[in-house]
């Protein structure tokens, strides 16, 4: 087996609800996790701060 050549360090931290920060690798400040619209409907969530929900940045990250 070859050794580890990348360990991604992340720390989550849940705010309130569905709200979380993140700090990620090489990303100034923190980046907001949340939900918005039919999500937020489907949870019974109140969207007065709507926010990408971490499937959207999975669906990002896998090029859309």
């Known amino acids: ?6 360990r ?3 720390r989550v931290v849940r705010e ?3 709200y979380r920060t993140a700090q ?3 990303t100034e400040g923190l980046v907001e996790f ?3 619209s039919a999500v937020a ?3 019974g969530v109140n969207t007065e701060r ?7 940045y999975v669906v990002a990250a896998a090029g859309g």
Do not use: C, F
Request: aromatic fraction near 8%; hydrophobic fraction near 45%.
């Open 50 to 56: 709507e926010i990408a929900t971490t499937i959207d």
């Open 1 to 6: 087996m070859s050794a580890v050549v990348y």
């Open 41 to 43: 409907a489907h949870y």
């Open 34 to 36: 949340g939900v918005h």
């Open 8 to 10: 991604s360090r992340v």
């Open 24 to 26: 990620l690798p090489a």
């Open 16 to 18: 309130n609800g569905p």
